[in-house]
């Protein structure tokens, strides 16, 4: 049995037979060491993953916290992601994040890993699931930060095209979009990233003693931005590949899928949302690598 940790920059979504949790992306540093987690959210001077590089020399500090939630015995293979358009850019470099990441989580204590790219776990998900599936699929993993897009061959299932595209993700759609209609809501706050991700998920804001639902706002901001994700992600596969551009199905997963949930559609091709969107890549790498 395989331990697979997904670290993102909201949280860390680790699945490890059938348990399953997460680890808020949040950390702090105190006389003992680093704290992670809620532990670190929910005290002062906390910060947050801004980087791929702050995500690869961190990652073994939260796959240790989520090991010790999971009780993970010491010698288990670990599976971890990387964004795609990191992986598939630098998997092969000698000192590139994909060989780094390995070192660094090999130097604390796990000498079985294996980093695959964020994305292609939805997808082996959904295959799995789908064993009749033929047509093109177009996967739009959408995180915290990152919108990961992959182009994937129905018959071979091999990867077409993808990329990842940086600070695209649900904090773009919070803090150009969300935050400017609320903020009368909370006027002496100013809100981290990963709080901003804690609101959206409670659909409330909690002034004092006033509470104040904000679902109708969060629903109307999150259809300007899925609108403009899926525009871009079309651009951007009919700039590379042209007439190859085809698909049949949408697959929609990430933590950002339970948002758009109820607000994508599309009349000529089949918009899929994976079951537990924000657990997909991990489940689908421990069903691949299990």
Known sequence: MVFVCDLGFSSLKWVYGEKRGRVVSAYRRNHEGLVVGEDALLT????????????????????????????????????????????????????????????????????????????????????SQNQEQTGNILAVDIGFNTVIFTLVDG????????????????????????????????????????????????????????????????????????????????????AHLGLKASFETVLVFGGGAILIRDIIQAKKVSIEILHEPEYANALGFALAEG
């Open 155 to 238: 018959v071979s299932h091999s990867i077409v095209y993808g990329d990842t595209f940086y600070k695209r993700g649900v904090h773009q759609m919070a803090t150009q979009l969300l935050l400017p209609t609320i903020r009368d809501l909370a006027p002496s706050r100013t809100f981290s990233p990963v709080e901003i991700s804690y609101l959206i998920e409670r659909g409330y804001v909690q002034y004092g003693f006033e509470r104040h639902d904000i679902t109708g706002e969060i629903e109307k901001a999150a259809k300007v931005y899925i609108d403009d994700v899926l525009r871009d992600i079309s651009g951007e596969l009919q």
């Open 44 to 127: 002062s001077g906390s910060s947050y993953l801004k980087t791929l590089e702050d995500l690869v020399h961190l990652y073994p500090d939260f796959v240790s916290e989520a090991a010790a939630t999971a009780m993970v015995p010491a010698g288990t293979p670990l599976v971890v992601g990387l964004p795609y358009g990191a992986w598939v850019a630098e998997k092969d470099k000698g000192a590139g994040v994909v060989k780094t990441l390995t070192k660094v989580l090999n130097a604390s204590g796990w000498p079985d890993v294996r980093v695959l790219p964020q994305g292609l776990g939805g997808v082996r998900l959904f295959l």
